[in-house]
Nanobody, 124 residues
Framework: QVQLVESGGGLVQAGGSLNLSCAASGRTFSTYGVAWFRQAPGKERRFVAGIASVGGYTRYADSVQGRFTISRDNAKNTMDLRMNSLIPEDTAVYYC?????????????????WGQGTQVTVSS
């Protein structure tokens, strides 16, 4: 099993940047596919970005492509999401997630482990 803890959320003005981090417990973190999801008020939780366990393969939602960058450091058991050029529509609770499936899935039910979430608010 793996436990996940997010940090780095906060309030930022439109056009600004934030870096979210996800710290994982467990010695097998490197074998998990990991991803960020977000959930805005009144909306479903949606895929933001993911990175596979092998090869560093990444995928992004169209809405964040070119603005967000996902990365992982298996030696430190961490995963980051660098968010640039933030817009008000990025406002949401952001969750990190891990799957034993090694790859990237776009639907939340395919992830077995979740953090508690961190709030990101972008003001206009």
């Amino acid at each position: 099993q793996v436990q996940l803890v997010e940090s780095g959320g906060g309030l930022v003005q439109a056009g600004g940047s934030l870096n979210l981090s996800c710290a994982a417990s467990g010695r097998t973190f490197s074998t998990y596919g990991v991803a960020w999801f977000r959930q805005a008020p009144g909306k479903e939780r949606r895929f933001v970005a993911g990175i596979a366990s092998v090869g560093g393969y990444t995928r992004y939602a169209d809405s964040v492509q070119g603005r967000f960058t996902i990365s992982r450091d298996n030696a430190k058991n961490t995963m980051d999401l660098r968010m640039n050029s933030l817009i008000p529509e990025d406002t949401a609770v952001y969750y990190c997630a891990a799957t034993e499936g090694h790859t990237i899935y776009f639907t939340d039910f395919q992830y077995q482990y979740w953090g508690q979430g961190t709030q990101v608010t972008v003001s206009s």
